[in-house]
């Protein structure tokens, strides 16, 4: 009986456990509580993190900031980072502050929430990054939050660079990353607000799969166009050019 009892609290335990991990997400630095933010933790938000260009950014300004992740990937990237998550969606920025506040970077991160349109912090970015919704057309989600975090209902691609030019230092850059299918949209209404593509990274899941994501790096004087190609997975698991961008950040790489 009283191995029967045992038994049974220790598998009660371990599905509570398991429960509470799934709204956990550990990276080696710091962790990630999202079960309150509309968009939870991705490869994209990783991807881009690692990906964009930190090393002299100053001051930085994550649009669509979510639950803080790619601000706090900055975080850890760059020691002299000011880093401002402006993020709409009130739970999700409630969970951003809360997982910058129990981060070793507390006083370097800051939690705004504010429609970015509306957001006028009085200095300029030397960065500025944002995991956008890009959705155009298509079912919306169900839940009315993560529809918002996904499809362009209150941030259309025209306003996010209207808004990045507005706020990014002469010297800046701004890096983002949205689905191929959007790419022409995307570099259309760069062009619109007269940024120069930097950097572009096509994202495939294999060597010879057709191209999943597209990440840029736009900037506001002339440049020359550097492109490359990530590959995600090889035969024998996470390819080497994706574990040298994200072993700083995923445990057990």
Excluded at 193 to 222: N, Q
Aim: net charge negative; aromatic share 12%.
């Amino acid at each position: 009986m009283v191995f029967f009892l045992l038994r049974r609290f220790l598998c009660i335990f371990t599905f509570i456990m398991l429960a509470v991990m799934k709204d956990v997400f550990k990276f080696k630095q710091f962790d990630v509580e999202q079960c309150r933010s509309a968009m939870k933790v991705g490869t994209d938000g990783v991807l881009l993190g690692a990906w964009c260009d930190a090393d002299n950014a100053g001051r930085v300004l994550d649009i669509g900031c979510g639950t803080g992740l790619i601000s706090l990937m900055i975080a850890q990237r760059s020691p002299e980072a000011i880093i401002d998550a402006v993020e709409i969606d009130r739970e999700s920025a409630e969970e951003a502050n809360g997982n910058f506040l129990r981060s070793k970077w507390a006083d370097r991160l800051h939690s705004v929430c504010q429609d970015i349109l509306s957001f006028n912090p009085g200095y300029d970015y030397g960065l500025i990054v944002s995991n956008p919704p890009f959705f155009k057309t298509g079912e919306t989600a169900p839940d009315n939050r993560r529809a918002a975090a996904r499809h362009c209902i209150t941030l259309s691609f025209s306003d996010l660079f209207a808004k990045a030019w507005s706020l990014l230092a002469p010297d800046g850059l701004f890096a983002m990353i949205a689905p191929a299918e959007v790419k022409t949209d995307v570099e259309f209404c760069a062009g619109e607000c007269d940024f120069w593509i930097k950097r572009r990274a096509a994202v495939v899941s294999k060597s010879g799969k057709p191209v999943m994501r597209y990440l840029w790096e736009f900037t506001k004087v002339p440049v020359e166009l550097e492109e490359t190609v990530i590959v995600i997975h090889s035969s024998e698991g996470y390819s080497q050019e994706y574990v040298a961008l994200i072993r700083d950040f995923y445990l057990n790489i």
